[in-house]
């Protein structure tokens, strides 16, 4: 996704999100929340906070920008669908890359 179109898609998921409580709510939480209610704004509280950083990585690594978009979808699909495989939701942060000093 071109990034006015990520910061729209973004923008668009705050107004849906849940009260602010769940913006404060911890990676595990949320993912507990998502996995027990099929809790929408908790999903994309998660989309919210790492959906940038999934983006950069994905173009970095992948560099053209469609093949990009393809791999950002397919990271937060499988995240959809395989949470419950995450044993702790704490650990979310730890699965992202770490920036180059």
Do not use: N, W
């Amino acid at each position: 996704m071109a990034q006015a179109q990520l910061d729209r898609v973004v923008q668009h998921v705050r107004r849906l999100a849940a009260p602010p409580r769940a913006q404060e709510a911890a990676d595990a939480e949320l993912l507990r929340s998502f996995l027990e209610r099929r809790d929408e704004s908790a999903f994309s509280t998660l989309l919210e906070r790492y959906g940038r950083l999934v983006m950069r990585v994905c173009r970095r690594v992948l560099g053209q920008e469609q093949d990009a978009e393809d791999a950002f979808q397919a990271t937060f699909l499988m995240l959809a669908r395989k949470a419950g495989a995450i044993r702790c939701g704490a650990a979310l942060p730890a699965l992202a890359p770490r920036r180059r000093q």
